[in-house]
């Protein structure tokens, strides 16, 4: 393997452009073929994968809050930095992270409790089984963050107002959500996330469960002041959806496809259903686990042990989302997102071409090439060693009109 130097970057989304004469041949048949996401043998150019997972750190050693770690990720201090809130066991509370480094190179040190009406945020579970569940959003549309906490114990949503300013927030006493004129429930381990669902420009209520099911809360209300339908269950390959028991749910579109997919994670994985509807109307595929590299065995499910919780957010601020799992033992796993393909090309002297793509470390690499886009199958590299975060080939091929294929080696 070579190093290609004055590698030539790779627009995501280049123009189409008339050939320019000048151009070698060979260097007009890569362009076509990198700039053409489809022609990539990948599930899908544009689908995120992951990097090798790493626990966050905290005082110099990994972030530990306890027990059954439920993270959530938001500026809580406005001060243009993501922190990080996790709901965490034996005590029932949330801790906050304030962020005192960068978005791409964090530091949290000490945490505190996060507090409500005067008073710690309290939500206990019994047997110590199940922990509150963070999400941070501006629930009342009134330009400031608030905060809504699932209960472990018996599936309520509480919804915490902020009653001072983004830079220093201030939350009032918990107000539990109704359904109509009852309570709002899904029986335990409550995982809410507001999302617009149905389209209709309202934010709706997803909200996974201890069973594994997703209910969808419709807003009835307004922006101001959502109000509830009674609950229903999100269905996935014409069923209802089961993830695997204490589910979490994201939206987001994994695929580049245009439609927001669910991103979810349970006690058994973490999983993608596709969104073969559209976004007024969501249709999901059955769950297919997302997988990471593991040292010496390549592309594995992603699993950090029981009670996975995730969230879902551009962590380093690269475009591309990343993957948090709070785990049973209190740490925080994160997994850093990137787009797998071709992101830069160098012609080289005597018709040599030298390739860069994005990568994973514990990873091998296999590179195929052919005289036409229909008759990519010779393999030209095999089980070529990850440079990292971006690996480097140079082929010795004659110039002449070839075109390439990129795989991950089985």
Request: glycine share 10%; with cysteine.
């Amino acid at each position: 393997m070579k190093s290609a130097p004055s590698l030539r970057p790779i627009s995501p989304a280049p123009k189409p452009r008339r050939a320019n004469a000048r151009v070698p041949k060979l260097l007009i048949a890569l362009l076509t073929l990198m700039f053409a996401p489809a022609l990539l043998e990948v599930v899908s150019a544009q689908q995120i994968q992951f990097r090798p997972g790493e626990l966050l750190q905290a005082a110099d050693r990994s972030l530990d809050v306890g027990d059954y770690a439920i993270p959530c990720v938001a500026d809580w201090n406005g001060d243009g930095r993501k922190d990080l809130l996790v709901g965490y066991q034996t005590a029932g509370k949330v801790a906050l992270y304030l962020n005192s480094g960068s978005d791409a190179s964090p530091v949290f040190t000490t945490s505190v409790n996060l507090r409500a009406g005067g008073a710690d945020i309290n939500l206990p579970s019994p047997g110590n089984c199940g922990a509150p569940a963070p999400f941070v959003c501006d629930y009342d549309n009134d330009g400031k963050r608030d905060l809504l906490v699932g209960d472990g114990a018996n599936g309520y949503v509480y919804f915490y107002r902020n009653t001072n300013t983004d830079a220093n927030p201030i939350l009032d006493t918990g107000v539990r959500l109704m359904a109509g004129s009852s309570a709002l429930t899904v029986s335990l381990r409550a995982t809410p996330y507001l999302y617009d669902w149905d389209g209709d420009g309202l934010k709706d209520l997803l909200c996974g469960d201890g069973y594994g099911n997703v209910h969808f809360f419709k807003n009835i209300g307004t922006a101001q002041s959502p109000a509830y339908a009674a609950g229903t269950l999100i269905q996935a390959g014409g069923t209802n959806l089961f993830l695997g028991i204490r589910s979490v749910v994201r939206m987001f579109d994994l695929d580049g496809d245009g439609a927001a997919d669910m991103v979810a994670s349970s006690d058994t994985g973490v999983y993608w259903c596709r969104n073969t509807g559209n976004s007024s109307a969501p249709v999901l595929a059955l769950p297919v686990a997302l997988r990471a590299p593991v040292s010496g065995s390549g592309l594995q499910p992603i699993y950090t042990g029981h009670r996975m919780r995730l969230d879902w957010v551009d962590w380093n601020n690269d475009g591309v989302m990343d993957l948090l799992l709070g785990n049973l033992d209190g740490t925080i796993s994160y997994y850093e997102g990137y787009r797998f393909g071709f992101t830069a090309i160098a012609a080289q002297p005597g018709g040599a071409c030298a390739l860069q793509w994005q990568s994973a470390a514990s990873l091998s690499y296999q590179v195929l090439d052919g005289p036409s886009v229909a008759s990519i199958t010779n393999l030209v590299a095999a089980n070529l060693p990850s440079g990292g975060k971006t690996t480097c080939w140079t082929n010795p091929s004659p110039a002449e009109r070839r075109f390439y294929r990129l795989q991950i080696a089985p």
